[in-house]
């Protein structure tokens, strides 16, 4: 009977850098970074803080603890992005009239509005990778799989 290890190919191979999946994923970061660089400025965010509109577009008035969770990012991370973003005019960050301990992040007009500009980044996006519209679903699909694969797992007994 045959093993994963039977599987594998020899050490010369697995060590070169064009077998690694992670440097595929890197190389594919930054050049899906650099694509929407410009695309970005011409609306004026970042990259972070198109991520952090993104969610909120899907659905405001969430917490910056739901937020960070949603984007998996911590809040010393996710903290700044906020206040550019408030500074920018983009959301406020108001405390939850229930709990002051948390803080909801809601969308103002002009964040509202931001989202109509951004409406042309996909399609630009799907032009530049020449792939198909399913093609760069079932890549997502496939990258979100890995992702939830290589997350730490949750303690059941905590």
């Known amino acids: 009977m045959?093993?994963?290890?039977?599987?594998l190919p020899d050490t010369s191979e697995l060590l070169r850098l064009d077998n690694q999946v992670c440097f595929a994923l890197y190389s594919a970061s930054l050049a899906m970074t650099k694509l929407y660089k410009p695309?970005?400025?011409?609306?004026?965010?970042?990259?972070?803080?198109?991520l952090v509109m993104l969610v909120l577009w899907e659905g405001d008035r969430l917490t910056?603890?739901?937020l960070g969770e949603r984007l998996t990012l911590d809040s010393g991370t996710l903290t700044p992005l906020l206040k550019?973003?408030?500074?920018?005019?983009?959301?406020a960050r108001l405390r939850d009239a229930e709990d002051e301990r948390r803080v909801r992040i809601v969308l103002t007009e002009a964040g509202r509005a931001l989202r109509a500009e951004a409406e042309k980044i996909p399609a630009c996006v799907l032009q530049s990778t020449q792939c198909t519209?399913?093609?760069l679903q079932a890549l997502t699909g496939q990258l979100s799989a890995l992702r939830e694969r290589l997350a730490p797992r949750r303690?059941?007994?905590g």
């Open 84 to 91: 550019r973003l408030e500074a920018a005019g983009l959301l």
């Open 2 to 7: 045959r093993t994963g290890q039977d599987l």
């Open 133 to 135: 519209l399913p093609e």
């Open 39 to 50: 695309l970005l400025e011409a609306i004026g965010l970042t990259y972070p803080q198109y």
């Open 155 to 157: 303690s059941s007994s």
């Open 64 to 66: 910056v603890s739901e």
